[in-house]
């Protein structure tokens, strides 16, 4: 079956350090994005992609980094600098520009410990 | 700037009992209004798209419903594996999707 894989499902990270989440998608979507989840607030858009080797910054990118090497995969790096990465974090894959709705991967959360 | 506000925060029903959720939105030259749901720990799961208002669509216990200023999720008879949390979402500009907190679901056997 077609879908999105976000691995792993749980992640610890300790202060300092990087830590990256999986996404990958079967479902042959030109465009792939990344969202975080916290308690009270909408999904808010860390970053997107388009096409391979190109991204765009949203949001809230400051303390992420990305990367778009193959269709299928955009994983997404939480940096040191990024001060309160406790959260939810969501992949999300679409047909053109996103005008026909997302699907969504089942999420990691990450912890800082 | 664009927003989109769900109420209620959260609904609790006896099993049975139609009700509705509400999505107030303001997104400048919106081209899709979404709903999805949201079960604990879990990705969001795609409903329905809207597109312009007046336009209706239905799912099994779930009809969603546009207007120029609002949407609404209804549903109909619930039953306790409705209970989830709903997301509104509204589409304005290339890929700026802005989403609402959500309103959970609870429904009571």
């Known amino acids: 079956d077609g879908g999105i894989t976000q691995s792993p499902k749980y992640l610890f990270r300790k202060e300092g350090q990087n830590v990256t989440l999986s996404c990958e998608q079967n479902?042959?979507?030109?465009?792939m994005y990344w969202y975080r989840q916290d308690p009270g607030q909408g999904l808010r858009l860390i970053y997107y992609s388009q096409i391979v080797n190109d991204f765009q910054k949203g949001d809230i990118a400051e303390g992420y980094s990305v990367s778009r090497e193959k269709k299928e995969s955009f994983p997404l790096t939480v940096t040191s600098a990024q001060k309160n990465p406790t959260a939810f974090y969501l992949c999300?894959?679409?047909?053109?520009?996103?005008?026909?709705?997302?699907?969504f991967g089942s999420g990691t959360r990450l912890t800082v410990v | 700037e664009d927003q989109v506000t769900q109420s209620p925060e959260a609904l609790r029903l006896q099993e049975g009992e139609s009700s509705s959720l509400n999505c107030s939105y303001t997104v400048s030259g919106l081209r899709g209004l979404f709903w999805y749901r949201q079960d604990p720990g879990k990705g969001p799961e795609f409903l329905f798209t809207l597109y312009s208002a007046g336009e209706e669509k239905e799912k099994e216990r779930l009809k969603a419903t546009l207007t120029k200023k609002e949407s609404f999720l209804h549903i109909t008879a619930p039953k306790p594996e409705d209970s989830a949390t709903y997301l509104c979402a509204g589409a304005g500009g290339y890929q700026k999707v802005t989403f609402g907190i959500g309103t959970k679901l609870q429904v009571i056997p």
């Open positions: 999300a894959s679409s047909i053109g520009g996103g005008d026909y709705g997302y699907t």
């Open positions: 479902l042959n979507h030109d465009a």
